[in-house]
């Protein structure tokens, strides 16, 4: 076996050891910080309001798409065993893999609806930021990629849970295991290193809307009255001389 | 019993005039800033017209309000099942264009163009995209416009009118219009509530106003579908929701809201209104045509000494029961009966009430033979060519029957469709105007009077008391809402040194779009 070149060490060292550690701690730093600073800020950003047509062309197909293909990923990363389990039947093995590709496809499908309606319309681009555009641009790059390696790297859902999933893990335990990812074809890395930029710029993009997903609008009730004090002790003779008054906030 | 209360507003629209200082008030306070322009929290629209959006009134469009779902409700366009699965892209989303695209003049131009030998022009630009635009909506766009094709005949309370009735109504003879000025409801079931998906929408259990807290609100944008009187407004520079907010630091400081202390025909009324919460559920649920009755049941007489327990037991302030008792709105929905609910059909029991206009339905056009003018009454009655112009008020239900618009159209505002709830108040109305009449102009007789009092349940004493907080109510008569309760309003505790051109109230970091 040829010795590996200083060089590529490096370079597997800094795309798959340092920039992991950074994207997550960024992430993790600051999404939390903006979310405790200005709240105001996290939004979803519609744009509904200005163009609705081609938005469902776009918004429809990208987000079932990009939600399947993540909960794919997140599968195959936290199951890897079960997901090999499925695997051992081909026909089970073809059916994942068929899905997970016309998803990615529908995923592609709503982006580059998304990028052409937002340069195109002059209202939306009022709406535009730069980072809209690199968040775009860095999604599409993603996913190209990620349909390239569906179709050219058989069976992803299976070496992804034989091989990267450790991977991931081993960065999780903090003993971090770059063999099997330094030895994957170049696309497939680039694949992973475009996903880690994304994690990196996610707090400073509207994607933080995704972390406020309204899923306990499923469990609250639908009315929603606020009292500034406790309504049933305000009127209670003792408590104007209590130090603490009885408030709901 | 839960005894809660409730500030709430009266609009006496015999007296609305159409000068939209409402709106322009309310419009410099809040609304003048970038993603807003086209919000007006505050409109005065024309009825019969589309009004603002166009059509709002049409729930087939709109999806609005609450359904009858069963025994109980459900919302029409947004909710758990369909806001969360419609989240990505909301189907019943009404869009910019059907308010209006904002737009300015280009005024510059007319200053510093180059002599030429045309006259220099101030073209119309669009608020959002800087681009000259032709303008095709505009705020009060129908302004006037009763009878047009495009705006009067349009207007979705014209549901369950003959076309004989309508083409009636927009005879050149007959055309009458009037003013409906329109605020947030501040309801008691709030659609927007129910649909915000964040959580961010709530209604203030102290005095009952219905707010949007920004920090928490995501831009899932349910609450523009959910309120089917399209007063939740998405403001799309900053990806936030905005609703009317009753002008709650001015409320609580004790100042009237806006809109009503620049109200040029003194026609709005505001008071705290004490209710019984626990009824909200089946007065929401209720049959079409209990609907209105069973919401004006649930409002409670401040006077009995049971509320009063039950209110103190609640936490509900002395100042805010003293003010209850002292309520002008109170008094115009309850215990004169006069005010009615906009569009009770929705089901969002909404708190703002309005005073049905007797005015338009008053007179009356008639085509009659010329050896008729002798027997006319000079005061009432004007003949000429072959026209009969009757202001007479001597026939209380003949004229009401024969109202210009017609009594459906009426109902299908005020009356959730029922043409018997809003004809009491029209003929109280019209009783007050008779006694009125025979006590300065003197050309009706004492026993026609007492009858038609009797008929509407009224007294002299009653008649009086109306005709004065109507007439002649001063300012402290019309505005009666508790002095500020400080220390139970959690906002007066932020800085509020609040300016033009900001968000809203209480929020301390720069209001900025988010990345």
């Keep these: ?249 | 019993m839960d005894v809660r209360s409730q500030v709430s507003m009266v609009f006496h629209l015999d007296k609305c005039i159409g000068c939209h200082t409402c709106s322009i008030a309310c419009k410099n306070i809040w609304t003048d800033r970038k993603g807003a322009e086209y919000m007006w929290w505050n409109n005065v629209e024309t009825k019969p017209g589309t009004g603002y959006p166009g059509k709002w009134e049409n729930q087939d469009i709109y999806k609005g309000g609450w359904e009858k779902d069963g025994d109980s409700i459900a919302l029409k366009g947004a909710g758990k099942k369909k806001g969360l699965l419609n989240i990505f892209h909301n189907p019943n989303m009404p869009m910019i264009d059907d308010y209006y695209e904002p737009f300015t003049y280009k005024y510059l131009d007319l200053i510093e163009s180059p002599a030429s030998d045309d006259q220099p022009t101030a073209r119309p630009v669009s608020l959002i995209t800087g681009k000259p635009i032709d303008i095709k909506m505009g705020p009060n766009w129908d302004d006037d416009l009763s009878g047009t094709p495009d705006y009067a005949r349009n207007d979705p309370n014209l549901e369950g009118l003959t076309p004989a009735e309508q083409d009636a109504m927009f005879q050149l003879e007959k055309m009458a219009f009037f003013y409906l000025p329109r605020i947030c409801n501040h309801c008691l079931n709030p659609a927007c509530v129910a649909a915000c998906p964040s959580g961010a929408i709530y209604k203030r259990g102290e005095d009952g106003v219905v707010l949007i807290n920004q920090d928490v609100c995501r831009a899932w944008r349910m609450c523009v579908t959910a309120c089917p009187y399209k007063k939740s407004y998405y403001n799309w520079n900053n990806g936030k929701s905005e609703k009317c907010i009753l002008c709650y630091p001015r409320i609580e400081a004790g100042f009237a809201p806006a809109c009503m202390h620049s109200c040029v025909g003194r026609i709005r009324y505001l008071g705290v209104i004490l209710y019984d919460a626990d009824q909200i559920e089946s007065a929401a649920s209720a049959d079409e045509s209990e609907l209105v009755d069973k919401q004006l049941d649930m409002l409670l007489d401040p006077y009995d000494p049971e509320v009063i327990k039950a209110a103190k037991a609640n936490g509900v302030s002395d100042s805010t029961i003293n003010a209850a008792q002292g309520s002008p709105t109170y008094k115009f929905v309850k215990k004169w009966g006069l005010a009615l609910p906009l569009h009770a059909e929705y089901r969002t029991l909404p708190m703002l009430f309005y005073v049905p206009p007797l005015l338009p339905v008053m007179a009356s056009v008639t085509e009659v033979s010329k050896d008729q003018n002798d027997n006319l009454n000079p005061i009432a009655k004007q003949w000429t060519d072959s026209w009969l112009y009757d202001t007479s008020t001597e026939e209380l239900w003949g004229t009401i029957d024969q109202a210009r618009l017609p009594l459906k159209y009426m109902a299908n505002m005020f009356g959730a469709g029922d043409e018997s709830k809003i004809k009491g108040q029209l003929q109280k109305l019209m009783a007050v105007r008779i006694y009125r009449r025979w006590k300065t102009v003197g050309d009706i007789s004492e026993e026609k009077v007492n009858e038609v009092l009797k008929d509407t349940n009224l007294t002299a004493e009653l008649a009086d008391e109306i005709y004065n907080l109507t007439s002649l109510a001063k300012f402290d008569d019309r505005f009666n809402v508790p002095p500020a309760h400080r220390e139970q309003a959690i906002e007066m505790l932020e800085f509020a040194g609040d300016e033009k051109g900001s968000t809203g109230f209480g929020i301390k970091e720069k209001v900025q779009r988010g990345l």
Excluded at chain 1, 132 to 140: A, G, K, N, T
Excluded at chain 1, 168 to 184: N, T, Y
Aim: aromatic share 16%; hydrophobic share 55%.
């Design chain 1, 1 to 249: 076996m040829e010795p590996v070149s200083a060089f590529v060490n490096l370079y597997n060292n800094f795309f798959f050891i340092a920039l992991p550690y950074i994207a997550v701690i960024v992430f993790l730093v600051g999404t939390i910080y903006r979310y405790r600073s200005t709240s105001f800020g996290f939004s979803s950003l519609s744009s509904q309001f200005l163009e609705g047509k081609k938005l469902f062309w776009g918004s429809i197909p990208f987000h079932i798409g990009i939600l399947v293909v993540f909960l794919g990923h997140l599968t195959a990363f936290l199951l890897p065993k079960e997901t090999l389990l499925w695997n051992s039947e081909p026909i089970r093995l073809i059916a994942l893999e068929v899905t997970g590709f016309i998803f990615g496809l529908s995923v592609l499908f709503g982006l580059v609806s998304l990028f052409i309606r937002r340069i195109s319309n002059a209202r939306l681009r009022v709406v535009t930021s730069k980072m809209d555009i690199i968040v775009e641009l860095l999604l599409i790059a993603v996913v190209i990629l990620g349909c390239w390696i569906a179709l050219g790297y058989r069976w992803g859902s299976s070496w992804f849970a034989a091989d990267l999933s450790p991977y991931l893990w081993s960065i999780v335990k903090l003993s971090p295991q770059i063999d099997a990812v330094s030895a994957m074809p170049v696309v497939i890395k680039l694949h992973i290193i475009l996903a880690f930029i994304i994690m990196l710029l996610f707090p400073f993009t509207r994607l933080v809307h995704f972390l406020v997903a309204p899923l306990h609008y499923i469990v609250r009730p639908y009315q929603k009255v606020v009292w500034n004090w406790d309504r049933k002790a305000i009127r209670d003779p003792n408590t104007p001389w209590s130090p603490t008054p009885p408030k709901n906030n």
